[in-house]
């Protein structure tokens, strides 16, 4: 995430988070060549769990109030391990009033309702 991107949704009450994968799955897919595991976990490539868990510690406000993790791979992550990990950063940074879903590719999430 640039400085930039991050100031430029510091301030939303609903947020839609890229958590595409999970860094140890994702080098040992044996389904992608090398070039496409450095592409994505390369500084253009895709938010890693982890780096969206870090992504949130950083526009964290009182005026966050809905998170939903998006683009999910379906090889090289898991929702439970996504959430999971988005979900103890939200704890260890007090953030209990900020609501945590998953998108799926399948299935439509709930309806947000400010």
Do not use: F
């Not at 109030?65 to 979900?87: D, I, K, M, Q, W």
């Amino acid at each position: 995430m640039t400085k930039l991107v991050i100031d430029r949704i510091r301030n939303a009450n609903a947020l839609v988070l890229e958590a595409n994968h999970d860094v140890k799955m994702l080098q040992e897919c044996v389904r992608r060549p090398w070039s496409l595991k450095q592409r994505i976990l390369g500084r253009h490539g895709h938010l890693s769990n982890e780096a969206a868990a870090d992504c949130v510690a950083e526009i964290m406000s009182a005026e966050l109030r809905h998170l939903y993790l998006g683009h999910l791979s379906r090889e090289c992550n898991r929702p439970a391990l996504a959430h999971r990990v988005v979900n103890e950063r939200l704890q260890k940074i007090g953030a209990a009033h900020v609501v945590l879903a998953l998108t799926s590719q399948d299935v439509p999430c709930p309806t947000l309702s400010l």
